[in-house]
T-cell receptor
Framework: GAGVSQSPSNKVTEKGKDVELRCDPI?????LYWYRQSLGQGLEFLIY????????KSGLPSDRFSAERTGGSVSTLTIQRTQQEDSAVYLC???????????????FGPGTRLTVT | GENVEQHPSTLSVQEGDSAVIKCTYS??????FPWYKQELGKRPQLIID?????GEKKDQRIAVTLNKTAKHFSLHITETQPEDSAVYFC??????????????FGQGTTLQVKP
């Protein structure tokens, strides 16, 4: 079946502009995660959605970052007034319903490479 | 706070040799430890994982060991092949309610297998 998809694959924007990154999780997966990977670095947790529960926003680096998940499926990560330090690959992942034996594995999308000039 | 330390940052081995990557976690409530492989320009792919109720898990040439007392876990790759060359990430996930799904990742190990 289809995996996690993200769009756009690449985004170049000028400093100060707003950007929106999109994630389509695997159908039926109720958990969705956003991570950020800077060049040569590990993955940094940003935000986590699980069903109708309040999202875990503990990883968002500043109030310029926000995310929403509409209808329990597609998610959008928004970065306002982008800065050069926001340049990174933004990865989305999804996992099955919590409580099932398969619920631990996170399936990653291909990422969006964001470059802020 | 939650933290995962991974060593070494780079590892070069000859084809056929073994490779070992080690991680240490800080949160004693962690109960799930996956390892991801990321090839250049590709997405991370889960290669093996272990839960806190077991000490070792093996899948062909790959094995993971967990020492809960010391809060260490390690990835072992035997009979390495050039296609094993990639960046490997360890991660830890905290036990808890359904609202604690985030993975805390190590900084990654770049493995180079020389033919």
């Amino acid at each position: 079946g289809a995996g996690v998809s993200q769009s756009p694959s690449n985004k170049v924007t000028e400093k100060g502009k707003d950007v929106e990154l999109r994630c389509d999780p695997i159908s039926g997966h109720t958990a969705l995660y956003w991570y950020r990977q800077s060049l040569g670095q590990g993955l940094e947790f940003l935000i986590y959605f699980q069903g109708n529960s309040a999202p875990d926003k503990s990883g968002l680096p500043s109030d310029r970052f926000s995310a929403e998940r509409t209808g329990g499926s597609v998610s959008t990560l928004t970065i306002q007034r982008t800065q050069q330090e926001d340049s990174a690959v933004y990865l989305c992942a999804s996992s099955p319903t919590w409580g099932t034996t398969a619920s631990y594995e996170q399936y990653f999308g291909p990422g969006t490479r964001l470059t802020v000039t | 706070g939650e933290n995962v330390e991974q060593h070494p940052s780079t590892l070069s081995v000859q084809e056929g040799d073994s490779a070992v990557i080690k991680c240490t976690y800080s949160d004693s409530a962690s109960n799930y430890f996956p390892w991801y492989k990321q090839e250049l320009g590709k997405r991370p792919q889960l290669i093996i994982d272990i839960r806190s109720n077991v000490g070792e898990k093996k899948d062909q040439r790959i094995a993971v060991t967990l020492n809960k007392t010391a809060k260490h876990f390690s990835l072992h790759i035997t009979e390495t092949q050039p296609e094993d060359s990639a960046v490997y990430f360890c991660a830890a996930r905290r036990r808890g309610s359904s609202n604690t799904g985030k993975l805390i990742f190590g900084q990654g190990t770049t493995l180079q297998v020389k033919p």
